[in-house]
């Protein structure tokens, strides 16, 4: 087991940590901007409004599914570096690609929710949900097979299994939705609904005995 000395040269974990709340708090935030009326609308009554307002629906539908996803990745992320002391130069490159692929969901949630019949929005959506997902795997496996980061609370095995469920399950749902789209044009985010069940027997899984 290599010296916690010889490890902590790199950054201290809490740098790491704050750097990934700001990721996902701006791409949070980025995600609301596309929640609004088109410029070129000019309402004149209610009625107007009202069908503008209906019309803004793909764009809020794409809104709850990112930022849902991302909380999920968020939650994710923040237990697993819980359990760390320290981390390395590794773990720093991989933080840092997956909150690079993060960055990218407010793009891809605005492609998708502008052209929501568009088969290309979909598969940049999906892709981009995908990539956060090979990420996130990523910085799981590390964790849990280098133990000496953790101290004396490492990555149990059911945790593992659970956040490697929980994160392969997504990346099923995105390719799912790629499908959906090719037949159902527009129709293909709502596969991610299944984000919900998933998360759900992902935390069966932890609390199971290992």
């Known amino acids: 087991m290599p010296n916690l000395d010889t490890v902590s040269h790199h950054i201290p974990k809490h740098r790491l940590e704050a750097l990934a709340d700001g990721v996902f708090a701006v791409a949070m935030t980025l995600l609301v901007i596309e929640l609004k009326l088109p410029e070129s609308v000019h309402i ?4 107007e409004l009202v069908h503008a307002v209906a019309g803004m629906a793909s764009k809020f539908i794409s809104w ?18 819980h359990r760390l002391r320290l981390v390395d130069g590794s773990l720093v490159g991989l933080t840092m690609g997956f909150l690079g692929c993060v960055s990218l969901l407010p793009f891809a949630s605005s492609l998708s929710g502008q ?12 892709s981009v949900m995908l990539l956060m997902g ?3 795997l990523l910085c799981a496996r ?16 059911p945790s593992y299994r659970a956040a490697r469920f929980r994160t392969l399950g997504l990346m099923a749902v ?3 939705a790629i499908v959906i ?8 985010n709502m596969a991610f609904t299944l984000m919900f069940i998933i998360s759900r027997l992902a935390r069966r899984m932890e609390a199971a005995p290992g």
């Open 181 to 188: 789209a090719r037949f159902i044009p527009g129709a293909g």
């Open 142 to 157: 590390y964790i849990h097979r280098h133990p000496e980061l953790c101290g004396d609370s490492p990555m149990t095995l």
């Open 115 to 126: 052209f929501v019949k568009a088969m290309l929005a979909q598969v940049i959506y999906s």
């Open 44 to 47: 004149q009554v209610e009625s």
């Open 64 to 81: 709850v599914i990112s930022f849902f996803v991302l909380a999920i990745y968020w939650h994710s992320h923040q237990r697993m570096f």
């Open 134 to 136: 090979v990420g996130a």
């Open 174 to 176: 995105a390719l799912v």
